[in-house]
């Protein structure tokens, strides 16, 4: 054993706990939870608490809008759940607040270099780069293609009812394994796959691939305790990000195959340009397609292989935003703006502070002192963090009723009653995020959901004791 070395490493390791716990740091000392276990803080609780969100609504509620909550080793991060704090955040994002250096390396090793990793001005350009592709001319060219795979969805219903032996009474279907297992995420895979790059995955006709087994592990596959650790060192040792647990042999499975279709489509899409000088649009209306046309217009737009690579890796790993506002509708905008209030995908953003700042707050808070601010001033190098879940549900912004299920808050006036309005996401949810990082594929995957919705819903009818459980009793719609 190499005794110096093992000196040297417990020597520095204790001095970088001794320094995180004993520094002062300048951010505004904050009201908030104390928590039992001075190493870990609330890690632990947030990393394998069910609904992390219950949480952050408690701690609002004996704390204020604004808090602080013990993290590891002795670190504090700020939680906002202020709509004012929240716009100047989310407005700062990218510059002054940034995903931390583990959170970055994860993302480039198993996406890519692309807009969900970038930051500041790289970031800025490649948003640029991608917005003719989701515009939406872009998001009509890719239309049929939606329609293709919701019939294919349409008919597996279908062939469900066909087969079935008292079809005219309905089906029993677990809706919720049914969505969340073959048809929708075989829809989801193929007209991403389809629409993002020309590729047909084949999940609707029953094929396997290393896209679809990592979906199904997004919601079968329980947090291993490998992957809870590297959760809680991650922030400490960014490297540790990329140990192969099961869950990152999924992702790097998923880049190199999504790799090797890109870099065919690239090729294709390359000689085609130097031959003829320009691409078809009848031929290829694709998104990696519309990246080229844009670059090809302009040369400042230009992107790199491995930043398309990592576009067309946020278009599959954005495979569970695929919601939308339909409209035309009240009562169905009001169903669906429900679900994306209730049900974000995200649950929460976590930045750090890459310079110091000031945060305006709506209204003042008391501190632990017992005075009151209506700022705060955040330290470079501080968490801050904005509980989506919380904040969608919070009764302070939607309520008394915030935790209910009700398309009604939708119709009418009834929300500009609520605090809600003060929001500045999109319909005031947080769903789609805000500011520069605003999730750019939202016309994409409202336009999805559309037409799912237009295609599968409208054939058929589903009943059951209770509406809000599975299972269901499914039939066809009979039409004279």
């Not at 219903?157 to 297992?181: H, M, R, Y």
Request: aromatic fraction near 10%; glycine fraction near 6%.
């Amino acid at each position: 054993m190499n005794t110096p070395l093992v000196v040297t490493t417990i020597g520095a390791t204790a001095f970088l706990v001794a320094w995180l716990f004993y520094r002062r740091s300048r951010t505004t000392v904050l009201r908030g939870p104390h928590s039992n276990n001075p190493l870990l803080g609330f890690t632990v609780e947030l990393a394998r608490f069910e609904r992390p969100d219950k949480l952050f609504a408690r701690w609002e509620l004996d704390h204020g809008p604004v808090f602080q909550i013990p993290s590891l080793f002795g670190a504090k991060h700020v939680v906002l759940c202020d709509p004012k704090a929240i716009a100047h955040f989310y407005s700062k994002d990218t510059f002054t607040y940034r995903q931390t250096a583990a959170v970055r390396l994860y993302v480039k090793h198993f996406f890519g270099p692309g807009v969900l990793w970038a930051e500041g001005e790289i970031h800025k350009r490649q948003r640029k780069a991608l917005s003719p592709a989701f515009s939406n001319a872009a998001i009509r060219n890719v239309t049929s293609i939606f329609y293709d795979c919701a019939y294919k969805l349409k008919n597996s219903w279908d062939s469900t009812l066909a087969t079935a032996t008292n079809s005219k009474d309905g089906v029993i279907i677990e809706v919720q394994q049914w969505c969340f297992i073959i048809p929708i995420i075989a829809f989801r895979v193929d007209s991403i796959g389809l629409a993002g790059f020309s590729h047909d995955f084949g999940a609707l006709d029953g094929k396997r691939s290393p896209v679809v087994a990592a979906f199904d592990s997004f919601n079968y596959s329980k947090m291993s305790i490998g992957t809870a650790c590297l959760l809680i060192i991650g922030p400490f040792f960014p490297s540790f990000a990329q140990i192969p647990v099961q869950r990152n042999i999924l992702f790097a499975n998923l880049r190199r195959n999504v790799e090797e279709i890109a870099d065919d489509l690239l090729h294709k899409n390359r000689v085609e340009m130097e031959a003829n000088g320009k691409m078809d649009d009848k031929r290829d209306k694709s998104i990696v397609a519309a990246l080229l046309r844009a670059e090809s217009a302009d040369g400042n737009l230009r992107l790199s292989r491995d930043e398309i690579v990592g576009q067309n890796l946020m278009l599959v790993a954005g495979w569970s935003i695929t919601l939308s506002i339909t409209t035309g509708l009240p009562y169905l905008d009001g169903v669906v703006r429900e679900i994306l209030r209730l049900h974000p995908a995200i649950p929460e953003t976590m930045r750090q502070a890459a310079e110091d700042d000031v945060i305006p707050l709506s209204q003042p808070i008391q501190t632990p002192g017992g005075s009151t601010t209506d700022r705060i001033f955040v330290e470079k190098g501080t968490l801050v963090r904005v509980p989506i879940s919380h904040i969608n549900q919070a009764p302070s912004l939607w309520g008394e009723d915030a935790a209910k299920f009700l398309p009604s808050r939708w119709i009418g006036d009834g929300l500009s009653k609520t605090r809600a309005t003060e929001l500045q996401g999109y319909r005031h949810l947080l769903t789609f995020v805000d500011g520069p990082r605003a999730c750019i594929g939202r016309g994409f995957a409202t336009t999805e959901f559309k037409v799912c919705v237009d295609t599968v819903i409208e054939s058929h009818t589903a009943k059951g004791e209770d509406v809000a459980r599975v299972p269901l009793i499914v039939r066809s719609v009979e039409r004279a």
